[in-house]
């Protein structure tokens, strides 16, 4: 597994129990996880934490995110509005990888409704321990902070 | 199945098949289709496409957006830099459906070497006949169009 790491963590009130249960297996492997929120089962809407956790990672307090919502769509889309942000939308663990190696995703994205917990512990495995390929891809990571 | 629309279509090299096959499926099907490139396979960088078919969207020239890589992920997370797209990155039918009942979605990516061509076709089919539910998911959309 790799060196202990920043993660932020965030969600909707469809994917409170999924984050909870991964809050605390990212303690046990190890990182030091920052969790955003919401705090209760409560309505929110996922832009606003979206964006919450979009701005932690664009601003280098965390190295990673974990972002979760019902589909993971909702709070995906909103994550990529930040042009500092390369959030993963992914439901397996072979996304994640590609996430890594060709677009040095800094975020991922997974949903409560779509995949369960082991599920989304392996997508994140992946996510963490692959390293950016670099090469070509610098330049399409690149293109992908300057949109035009 | 839904009333003919205008549809754009775009990859990078990595999908130039899976294009060309869906491309001819929804013109089949009844759609106009715009074909945004690229027409040949050398190699190309996916943010260029997806800022393409992301600005047609945006513009309103066309209805729906239908973007392809090789994961899908970095031409959603590139479209999704243009705050009036809501671009959907799946892999099965049910996610698509979503994007549309939840997120009012006008793009939809997936990624070549993920899934095959019968499987994005009933992506993009759950994608063109599901309606957007709106209620309290309308005010989470417009808050996707106004990032903090």
Redesign the interface.
């Known amino acids: 597994m790799c060196e202990p790491m920043k993660i932020a963590i965030a969600s909707d009130h469809a994917a409170l129990d999924l984050k909870a249960e991964l809050r605390e297996w990212l303690i046990e492997l190890g990182h030091e996880v920052a969790d955003l929120g919401p705090d209760t089962a409560e309505?929110v809407?996922?832009?606003?934490y979206g964006?919450k956790i979009a701005d932690v990672v664009a601003e280098g307090t965390v190295e990673r995110g974990v972002a979760l919502c019902?589909?993971?769509?909702?709070i995906?889309?909103?994550a990529?509005?930040?042009?500092a942000v390369?959030?993963?939308?992914?439901?397996?663990p072979?996304?994640a990888t590609?996430?890594r190696s060709?677009?040095d995703?800094n975020m991922i994205a997974m949903?409560a409704?779509?995949i369960g917990p082991e599920m989304a512990k392996a997508c994140i495995a992946a996510f963490l321990n692959t390293e950016f390929e670099g090469g070509?891809h610098q330049?399409?990571v690149d293109?992908?902070s300057n949109?035009?």
Request: proline share 7%; charged share 25%; hydrophobic share 30%.
């Open positions: 309505s809407d996922y832009p606003d964006y019902g589909s993971g769509l909702g995906s889309i909103a990529n509005r930040n042009p390369r959030c993963a939308m992914v439901s397996e072979l996304s590609f996430a060709h677009n995703a949903g409704r779509i070509r330049r399409r293109k992908l949109p035009s």
